[in-house]
T-cell receptor, first 113, second 114 residues
Framework: GENVEQHPSTLSVQEGDSAVIKCTYS??????FPWYKQELGKRPQLIID?????GEKKDQRIAVTLNKTAKHFSLHITETQPEDSAVYFC????????????FGTGTRLQVTL | EAGVAQSPRYKIIEKRQSVAFWCNPI?????LYWYQQILGQGPKLLIQ????????DSQLPKDRFSAERLKGVDSTLKIQPAKLEDSAVYLC???FGTGLPPLHFGNGTRLTVT
Protein backbone atom coordinates (compact mmCIF):
# COMPACT_ATOMS: atom_id res chain seq x y z
CA GLY A 1 0.00 0.00 0.00
CA GLU A 2 0.87 3.67 -0.04
CA ASN A 3 3.48 5.00 2.38
CA VAL A 4 3.86 8.72 3.08
CA GLU A 5 6.93 10.13 4.84
CA GLN A 6 6.95 13.65 6.21
CA HIS A 7 9.82 15.89 7.31
CA PRO A 8 10.70 17.58 9.54
CA SER A 9 8.81 16.33 12.56
CA THR A 10 9.23 19.70 14.28
CA LEU A 11 9.92 23.12 12.82
CA SER A 12 10.47 26.39 14.61
CA VAL A 13 10.50 29.67 12.69
CA GLN A 14 10.36 33.31 13.61
CA GLU A 15 7.29 35.32 12.80
CA GLY A 16 7.49 36.62 9.26
CA ASP A 17 9.84 33.89 8.05
CA SER A 18 8.85 31.12 5.63
CA ALA A 19 8.23 27.50 6.56
CA VAL A 20 8.58 24.48 4.28
CA ILE A 21 7.33 20.97 5.03
CA LYS A 22 8.17 18.10 2.71
CA CYS A 23 6.50 14.79 2.01
CA THR A 24 7.38 11.82 -0.16
CA TYR A 25 5.04 9.07 -1.28
CA SER A 26 5.70 5.57 -2.54
CA UNK A 27 2.84 4.75 -4.91
CA UNK A 28 3.27 6.40 -8.31
CA UNK A 29 -0.48 5.98 -8.86
CA UNK A 30 -1.25 8.53 -6.14
CA UNK A 31 -2.98 11.51 -7.67
CA UNK A 32 -4.54 13.57 -4.89
CA PHE A 33 -2.50 15.33 -2.17
CA PRO A 34 -4.21 17.33 0.58
CA TRP A 35 -2.68 19.15 3.53
CA TYR A 36 -4.41 19.36 6.90
CA LYS A 37 -3.79 21.67 9.85
CA GLN A 38 -4.56 20.44 13.35
CA GLU A 39 -4.41 22.84 16.27
CA LEU A 40 -3.95 21.41 19.74
CA GLY A 41 -7.04 19.48 20.83
CA LYS A 42 -8.94 20.38 17.68
CA ARG A 43 -10.04 18.61 14.52
CA PRO A 44 -7.84 18.42 11.40
CA GLN A 45 -8.89 20.96 8.79
CA LEU A 46 -8.07 20.99 5.08
CA ILE A 47 -5.95 24.00 4.16
CA ILE A 48 -4.97 23.23 0.58
CA ASP A 49 -4.89 20.31 -1.84
CA UNK A 50 -3.39 19.53 -5.23
CA UNK A 51 -4.02 16.97 -7.94
CA UNK A 52 -1.40 15.25 -10.03
CA UNK A 53 -2.20 17.20 -13.19
CA UNK A 54 -1.01 20.41 -11.51
CA GLY A 55 2.55 21.27 -10.44
CA GLU A 56 1.78 24.10 -8.06
CA LYS A 57 -1.16 25.68 -6.31
CA LYS A 58 -1.31 28.83 -4.25
CA ASP A 59 -3.79 30.29 -1.79
CA GLN A 60 -2.69 33.57 -0.21
CA ARG A 61 0.28 32.74 2.04
CA ILE A 62 0.09 29.00 1.44
CA ALA A 63 1.39 27.12 -1.58
CA VAL A 64 1.88 23.48 -2.44
CA THR A 65 4.26 22.10 -5.05
CA LEU A 66 4.25 18.62 -6.54
CA ASN A 67 7.08 16.74 -8.27
CA LYS A 68 5.55 13.54 -9.70
CA THR A 69 8.86 12.26 -11.04
CA ALA A 70 10.51 12.42 -7.63
CA LYS A 71 7.24 11.53 -5.86
CA HIS A 72 7.38 14.36 -3.43
CA PHE A 73 5.27 17.37 -2.56
CA SER A 74 5.84 20.31 -0.27
CA LEU A 75 3.86 22.88 1.71
CA HIS A 76 5.18 26.43 1.74
CA ILE A 77 3.92 29.01 4.21
CA THR A 78 5.19 32.56 3.73
CA GLU A 79 5.10 35.45 6.21
CA THR A 80 4.33 33.09 9.07
CA GLN A 81 2.16 34.29 11.94
CA PRO A 82 1.69 32.92 15.47
CA GLU A 83 -1.70 31.52 14.48
CA ASP A 84 0.07 29.27 11.97
CA SER A 85 1.42 27.28 14.92
CA ALA A 86 -0.12 23.82 14.69
CA VAL A 87 0.57 20.28 13.48
CA TYR A 88 0.45 19.91 9.72
CA PHE A 89 -0.28 16.60 7.99
CA CYS A 90 0.25 15.73 4.37
CA UNK A 91 -1.69 12.90 2.76
CA UNK A 92 -1.90 11.02 -0.51
CA UNK A 93 -4.61 9.05 -2.26
CA UNK A 94 -4.62 6.85 -5.36
CA UNK A 95 -8.29 7.42 -5.98
CA UNK A 96 -8.10 11.09 -6.86
CA UNK A 97 -10.51 11.67 -4.01
CA UNK A 98 -10.52 11.79 -0.23
CA UNK A 99 -11.06 8.03 -0.23
CA UNK A 100 -8.19 5.82 0.91
CA UNK A 101 -6.09 8.73 2.18
CA UNK A 102 -2.73 7.81 3.69
CA PHE A 103 -1.44 10.46 6.08
CA GLY A 104 2.09 11.43 6.96
CA THR A 105 3.27 11.50 10.58
CA GLY A 106 2.86 15.24 10.98
CA THR A 107 5.04 18.32 11.46
CA ARG A 108 4.70 20.46 14.54
CA LEU A 109 5.23 24.07 13.44
CA GLN A 110 6.03 26.65 16.09
CA VAL A 111 6.04 30.30 15.06
CA THR A 112 7.87 32.41 17.60
CA LEU A 113 7.62 36.17 18.10
CA GLU B 1 -23.77 24.33 8.78
CA ALA B 2 -23.45 22.03 11.76
CA GLY B 3 -20.24 20.06 11.82
CA VAL B 4 -19.54 16.39 12.37
CA ALA B 5 -20.73 15.46 15.85
CA GLN B 6 -18.98 12.82 17.94
CA SER B 7 -19.51 11.49 21.43
CA PRO B 8 -18.19 10.98 23.95
CA ARG B 9 -15.21 13.37 23.90
CA TYR B 10 -13.24 11.28 26.35
CA LYS B 11 -13.40 7.70 27.53
CA ILE B 12 -11.24 5.76 29.97
CA ILE B 13 -11.65 2.00 30.20
CA GLU B 14 -9.69 -0.98 31.41
CA LYS B 15 -8.23 -3.49 29.00
CA ARG B 16 -10.60 -6.25 27.94
CA GLN B 17 -13.60 -3.96 28.42
CA SER B 18 -15.76 -2.84 25.52
CA VAL B 19 -16.43 0.70 24.30
CA ALA B 20 -18.56 2.36 21.64
CA PHE B 21 -18.23 5.67 19.87
CA TRP B 22 -20.94 7.55 18.04
CA CYS B 23 -20.76 9.86 15.02
CA ASN B 24 -23.31 11.99 13.24
CA PRO B 25 -21.99 13.36 9.94
CA ILE B 26 -22.87 16.63 8.29
CA UNK B 27 -26.40 16.48 6.89
CA UNK B 28 -26.43 15.20 3.34
CA UNK B 29 -22.94 13.73 3.43
CA UNK B 30 -23.04 10.27 1.90
CA UNK B 31 -19.51 9.20 2.82
CA LEU B 32 -18.46 8.58 6.40
CA TYR B 33 -15.01 7.59 7.67
CA TRP B 34 -13.56 6.41 10.94
CA TYR B 35 -9.90 7.20 11.55
CA GLN B 36 -7.59 6.18 14.39
CA GLN B 37 -4.98 8.76 15.42
CA ILE B 38 -2.33 7.46 17.82
CA LEU B 39 -0.38 10.15 19.66
CA GLY B 40 2.36 11.56 17.46
CA GLN B 41 1.08 9.90 14.29
CA GLY B 42 -1.15 10.82 11.40
CA PRO B 43 -4.74 9.58 11.18
CA LYS B 44 -5.12 6.03 9.88
CA LEU B 45 -8.29 5.02 8.04
CA LEU B 46 -10.18 2.22 9.77
CA ILE B 47 -13.35 2.07 7.70
CA GLN B 48 -15.19 4.04 5.03
CA UNK B 49 -18.94 3.90 4.39
CA UNK B 50 -20.81 5.06 1.31
CA UNK B 51 -24.39 5.53 2.55
CA UNK B 52 -24.92 2.34 4.58
CA UNK B 53 -22.46 0.18 2.64
CA UNK B 54 -18.81 -0.48 3.48
CA UNK B 55 -16.38 0.81 0.83
CA UNK B 56 -13.11 0.00 2.57
CA ASP B 57 -12.42 -1.80 5.84
CA SER B 58 -9.05 -3.26 4.94
CA GLN B 59 -7.31 -1.70 7.96
CA LEU B 60 -10.02 -2.47 10.51
CA PRO B 61 -8.91 -5.10 13.07
CA LYS B 62 -12.04 -7.12 12.62
CA ASP B 63 -11.33 -9.50 15.50
CA ARG B 64 -12.06 -6.68 17.94
CA PHE B 65 -13.38 -3.67 16.01
CA SER B 66 -16.78 -3.35 14.39
CA ALA B 67 -18.67 -0.47 12.85
CA GLU B 68 -22.09 0.09 11.43
CA ARG B 69 -24.09 2.76 9.68
CA LEU B 70 -27.45 1.09 9.50
CA LYS B 71 -29.61 3.91 8.12
CA GLY B 72 -26.89 5.61 6.13
CA VAL B 73 -26.70 8.54 8.53
CA ASP B 74 -25.06 8.19 11.94
CA SER B 75 -22.53 5.51 12.76
CA THR B 76 -21.10 3.64 15.72
CA LEU B 77 -17.63 2.17 16.14
CA LYS B 78 -17.16 -0.53 18.75
CA ILE B 79 -14.09 -2.11 20.30
CA GLN B 80 -14.46 -5.38 22.15
CA PRO B 81 -12.27 -6.32 23.94
CA ALA B 82 -10.02 -3.27 24.16
CA LYS B 83 -6.23 -3.54 24.32
CA LEU B 84 -3.70 -1.05 25.64
CA GLU B 85 -2.58 -0.25 22.08
CA ASP B 86 -6.08 0.94 21.23
CA SER B 87 -5.42 4.12 23.20
CA ALA B 88 -5.84 6.85 20.58
CA VAL B 89 -8.13 9.55 19.30
CA TYR B 90 -10.90 8.16 17.12
CA LEU B 91 -11.87 10.66 14.48
CA CYS B 92 -15.03 10.53 12.43
CA UNK B 93 -15.15 12.40 9.13
CA UNK B 94 -17.64 12.87 6.34
CA UNK B 95 -17.70 14.12 2.78
CA PHE B 96 -20.48 15.04 0.40
CA GLY B 97 -19.97 12.64 -2.49
CA THR B 98 -18.02 9.45 -2.94
CA GLY B 99 -14.79 10.58 -1.36
CA LEU B 100 -15.37 14.06 -2.69
CA PRO B 101 -13.05 16.39 -0.80
CA PRO B 102 -12.82 18.03 1.55
CA LEU B 103 -13.09 15.70 4.48
CA HIS B 104 -14.85 17.34 7.41
CA PHE B 105 -13.56 15.92 10.68
CA GLY B 106 -15.28 15.76 14.02
CA ASN B 107 -13.49 16.68 17.26
CA GLY B 108 -12.78 13.05 17.99
CA THR B 109 -13.07 10.75 20.99
CA ARG B 110 -9.93 10.35 23.07
CA LEU B 111 -9.78 6.76 24.33
CA THR B 112 -7.44 5.73 27.13
CA VAL B 113 -7.14 2.02 27.86
CA THR B 114 -5.51 1.22 31.22
Amino acid sequence: GENVEQHPSTLSVQEGDSAVIKCTYSDSASNYFPWYKQELGKRPQLIIDIRSNVGEKKDQRIAVTLNKTAKHFSLHITETQPEDSAVYFCAASITGTASKLTFGTGTRLQVTL
Amino acid sequence: EAGVAQSPRYKIIEKRQSVAFWCNPISGHATLYWYQQILGQGPKLLIQFQNNGVVDDSQLPKDRFSAERLKGVDSTLKIQPAKLEDSAVYLCASSFGTGLPPLHFGNGTRLTVT
